[in-house]
């Protein structure tokens, strides 16, 4: 029997809108709504946090921290030299008690430059750098934009993409004299749209430094263009791939296919949007399920619409009917002004060179993205503050232990996560704690147990969490034992609901000539264990009850973390890769049964209740690294027949 958490309509697809309120300021008990305005960015040389902390319930503190940040991946640690953004709305839904007092900082980027003495203490820094921070002075950022990119730290010797490393390196850029400018190879993405409104948001900041910032697109889809258009200027080669045609889901089903194989779905599911399990049951898309993902996708479609029009200067109707037109010839977007220019890569290098008045017979001076990463932010004057933010970063599904093959960067290991949580709580040296979440979710008991350290964190020193491409179901259950939640307009964010089932293998074990006995005691004993059958009538009852009181758990708990009392909607459903397990049935009697085994025991565990979002309806929208490749052909189950 296998329980599954999963979302419910989505919380923060509107755009910079607060999606819940609080007529008061919460007391340090309770929690405030989630936001949709811009994250206070984690990565740049400032911060402004204006947070409440309430030890005594009847009396508001309101503190302001200019402070700066240390992350706890890899005890680097980032500054402030002012307070730089007042708080702002954002949404029309705050409670009319609300005073200006009561509001949060919008999280936007005002640059400043250095002034004489912080000028000089940054050269004088600079004579005595290490020589891996060393840049000729004049040189351009270079760096290529491609493929995953991980919210988490990378290590030196790391060959992926980092999102905080990324926006580091483009604020350090904006401040170090040595840097001339930024040019910024864009290719096929494969990240969510939340790290892409992110990294488009850092660009834009970027430019407020008044240096120049050149895109170069080969190959192009909506989510490189819609980074490569926030650039000042966009390049790309005559042979470039540009596919603007818009944006799809695909849900796929394998009811017809169980159907078939002799397998039977037995799926108790809470709630009219409760999609979860539909995967396994239906043969085709619910009213309800596509009610949801059409508002997502409207949602997301809307939004690079009203971005792209803005930033081309164009009408939003107009920027529809290119799409429509389905253009992908490069010289018509020179023509309409979509991209600067057409030329290849080494005549865009030409280009900034003559713009730098560097000989042609000369090299551009360069410096790529990893050996940026190197320069610290302490030799550029963006460090060195008494009061320091904990940054503490938790990616990818969760679990409770490491498994015997586990990475140390497979996952959020919760007892690795906890012992984290547990020595910000006791220390004295951090003011504050960002808690950056970017997880589908997972283990349901993992996630109560982080959830439990989270809120006892809270309760000693303000907590804010901040979410990156997606913090559904277990992300949520994190993120709501904070004081404060905000999210990327485009970050996929829910809480919870459960579905529960297993599978009947009986006609499957019939049609293959396989047998199954089973012995037991207890008038429940065989509850999980008889897959042979289906469930007998007081057996589908305590299945049925397990769940409503898990469900139920859930959604107190979410209503008591938000402080609300809330209606919870399902959304979403679990995505496990079944036809990985069941490709290997036909070839033996002992094959099968240890295939269904697998299969059992990763779908139907009894023992673990799931709180993550589905990977299906998300993946062609997110491309983000846990989405699951969807249900490949099950060719030797069905050759066997």
Same mark, same amino acid.
């Given at each position: 029997?296998?329980?599954?958490?999963?979302?419910?309509?989505?919380?923060?697809?509107?755009?910079?809108?607060v999606?819940?309120?609080?007529?008061?300021?919460?007391s340090?008990?309770?929690?405030?709504?989630i936001?949709t305005?811009?994250?206070i960015s984690?990565?740049?040389? #400032?911060? *402004?946090? %204006?947070?409440?902390?309430? /030890?005594?319930? $009847?009396? +508001?503190i309101h503190r302001n921290f200019?402070?700066?940040?240390f992350?706890t991946?890899?005890d680097?640690?980032s500054?402030?030299s002012?307070?730089?953004a007042?708080?702002?709305?954002?949404?029309?839904?705050v409670?009319?008690?609300s005073?200006?007092?009561?509001?949060y900082?919008?999280?936007e980027?005002?640059?400043?430059?250095?002034?004489?003495?912080?000028?000089?203490?940054v050269?004088?820094?600079m004579?005595?750098?290490?020589?891996?921070?060393?840049?000729?002075?004049g040189?351009?950022?270079?760096m290529?934009?491609?493929?995953?990119i991980?919210?988490?730290?990378q #290590?030196r *010797?790391s %060959?992926?993409?980092?999102? /905080?490393?990324? $926006?580091? +390196?483009?604020?350090?850029?904006a401040?170090?004299?040595?840097?001339?400018?930024?040019?910024?190879?864009?290719?096929?993405?494969?990240c969510?749209?939340?790290?892409?409104?992110?990294?488009?948001?850092?660009?834009l900041?970027?430019?407020?430094s008044g240096?120049?910032?050149?895109g170069y697109v080969?190959?192009c889809?909506?989510?490189?263009?819609y980074i490569g258009?926030a650039?000042q200027?966009?390049?790309?080669?005559?042979?470039?791939?540009f596919?603007?045609?818009?944006?799809t889901?695909?849900?796929?089903?394998?009811?017809?296919v169980f159907e078939?194989?002799?397998?039977?779905?037995?799926?108790?599911r809470?709630?009219k949007?409760?999609s979860?399990g539909d995967?396994?049951?239906?043969?085709s898309?619910?009213d309800?399920?596509r009610e949801m993902i059409?508002?997502?996708?409207?949602n997301?479609?809307?939004?690079w619409?009203?971005?792209?029009?803005?930033?081309k200067?164009?009408?939003?109707?107009?920027i529809?009917?290119f799409v429509?037109?389905?253009?992908?010839q490069v010289?018509r977007l020179k023509?309409e002004?979509w991209?600067t220019?057409i030329?290849?890569?080494d005549?865009?290098?030409?280009?900034?060179?003559?713009r730098?008045?560097i000989?042609?017979?000369?090299?551009l001076?360069?410096?790529?993205?990893r050996?940026?990463?190197k320069?610290r932010?302490?030799?550029?004057?963006?460090?060195?503050f008494?009061?320091?933010?904990?940054v503490?970063?938790a990616?990818g599904?969760?679990?409770?232990?490491?498994?015997p093959f586990?990475?140390?960067s497979?996952?959020i290991?919760?007892e690795?996560?906890?012992?984290k949580?547990r020595?910000?709580r006791?220390?004295k040296?951090y003011?504050?704690?960002?808690?950056?979440?970017?997880s589908?979710g997972?283990?349901?008991?993992?996630?109560?147990?982080?959830?439990?350290?989270?809120r006892?964190l809270?309760?000693s020193?303000?907590v804010i969490?901040?979410?990156?491409?997606?913090?559904?179901?277990?992300?949520y259950?994190?993120?709501m034992?904070?004081?404060?939640?905000?999210?990327?307009?485009?970050?996929?964010?829910?809480?919870?609901?459960?579905?529960?089932?297993?599978?009947n293998?009986?006609n499957?074990y019939?049609?293959?000539?396989?047998?199954?006995e089973?012995i037991?005691?207890?008038?429940?004993?065989e509850l999980?264990?008889a897959?042979q059958?289906?469930?007998?009538p007081?057996?589908a009852?305590?299945?049925?009850?397990?769940?409503?009181?898990?469900?139920?758990?859930?959604?107190d708990?979410?209503?008591l973390?938000?402080?609300m009392k809330?209606?919870?909607v399902?959304l979403?459903r679990?995505?496990?890769?079944l036809p990985e397990?069941?490709?290997g049935?036909?070839?033996s009697l002992?094959?099968a049964?240890?295939?269904?085994?697998?299969l059992?025991?990763?779908?139907?565990?009894?023992?673990?209740?799931?709180?993550?979002m589905?990977?299906?309806?998300?993946?062609?929208?997110?491309?983000?690294?846990?989405?699951?490749?969807l249900?490949?052909?099950i060719?030797?189950c069905?050759?066997?027949?």
């Amino acid at each position: 029997m296998a329980k599954f958490l999963s979302t419910p309509r989505l919380t923060s697809i509107h755009f910079r809108t607060v999606t819940s309120t609080l007529s008061k300021p919460p007391s340090s008990s309770s929690s405030y709504p989630i936001h949709t305005l811009s994250p206070i960015s984690l990565h740049s040389n #400032s911060f *402004f946090f %204006s947070l409440y902390t309430t /030890p005594n319930p $009847c009396k +508001n503190i309101h503190r302001n921290f200019s402070v700066s940040a240390f992350d706890t991946k890899n005890d680097d640690v980032s500054s402030s030299s002012k307070d730089e953004a007042g708080p702002e709305i954002n949404g029309d839904d705050v409670a009319k008690s609300s005073t200006k007092e009561d509001q949060y900082p919008s999280g936007e980027f005002e640059f400043e430059g250095y002034g004489a003495w912080k000028s000089l203490v940054v050269k004088f820094r600079m004579l005595f750098a290490f020589p891996w921070e060393r840049v000729r002075k004049g040189s351009v950022l270079t760096m290529k934009l491609r493929g995953q990119i991980s919210d988490q730290l990378q #290590s030196r *010797f790391s %060959s992926g993409l980092s999102l /905080p490393q990324i $926006c580091e +390196n483009l604020m350090k850029a904006a401040y170090d004299p040595r840097i001339s400018g930024v040019y910024l190879h864009i290719e096929p993405l494969g990240c969510g749209w939340g790290k892409v409104e992110e990294i488009r948001r850092h660009i834009l900041d970027f430019r407020k430094s008044g240096k120049f910032i050149v895109g170069y697109v080969p190959a192009c889809g909506e989510k490189e263009y819609y980074i490569g258009c926030a650039c000042q200027e966009l390049y790309a080669p005559p042979s470039a791939y540009f596919a603007l045609y818009g944006l799809t889901v695909q849900a796929s089903f394998l009811g017809g296919v169980f159907e078939k194989v002799g397998i039977e779905p037995q799926v108790q599911r809470i709630g009219k949007y409760k999609s979860a399990g539909d995967q396994l049951m239906r043969k085709s898309i619910s009213d309800e399920n596509r009610e949801m993902i059409t508002a997502l996708l409207d949602n997301i479609y809307g939004n690079w619409l009203e971005k792209v029009a803005l930033t081309k200067g164009k009408k939003k109707e107009d920027i529809e009917q290119f799409v429509d037109d389905g253009v992908y010839q490069v010289e018509r977007l020179k023509e309409e002004s979509w991209i600067t220019d057409i030329k290849y890569d080494d005549e865009v290098m030409s280009m900034l060179k003559e713009r730098l008045g560097i000989p042609k017979d000369k090299k551009l001076p360069e410096v790529d993205y990893r050996k940026y990463s190197k320069v610290r932010r302490w030799t550029l004057g963006q460090t060195g503050f008494k009061d320091q933010i904990a940054v503490i970063r938790a990616s990818g599904s969760i679990s409770r232990t490491r498994g015997p093959f586990s990475s140390p960067s497979s996952g959020i290991i919760a007892e690795k996560l906890i012992e984290k949580i547990r020595s910000v709580r006791e220390s004295k040296r951090y003011k504050a704690v960002v808690l950056r979440i970017d997880s589908p979710g997972g283990d349901a008991l993992a996630s109560d147990l982080m959830w439990r350290e989270i809120r006892l964190l809270a309760e000693s020193k303000p907590v804010i969490a901040s979410m990156a491409d997606v913090a559904a179901s277990g992300g949520y259950y994190m993120a709501m034992a904070a004081q404060a939640v905000v999210a990327e307009n485009l970050t996929l964010t829910g809480s919870i609901g459960v579905v529960t089932g297993k599978f009947n293998l009986g006609n499957l074990y019939e049609r293959i000539g396989f047998n199954k006995e089973t012995i037991s005691r207890g008038r429940y004993a065989e509850l999980t264990a008889a897959e042979q059958r289906p469930f007998r009538p007081e057996e589908a009852e305590l299945f049925a009850k397990s769940a409503q009181h898990a469900y139920t758990q859930f959604r107190d708990k979410a209503a008591l973390s938000r402080s609300m009392k809330v209606s919870v909607v399902e959304l979403s459903r679990p995505s496990a890769s079944l036809p990985e397990l069941l490709s290997g049935i036909g070839s033996s009697l002992a094959g099968a049964d240890r295939t269904l085994k697998e299969l059992l025991n990763d779908v139907a565990s009894s023992d673990g209740i799931q709180a993550r979002m589905d990977g299906v309806m998300f993946e062609k929208l997110g491309g983000a690294a846990y989405t699951n490749p969807l249900f490949m052909l099950i060719k030797d189950c069905l050759s066997s027949f």
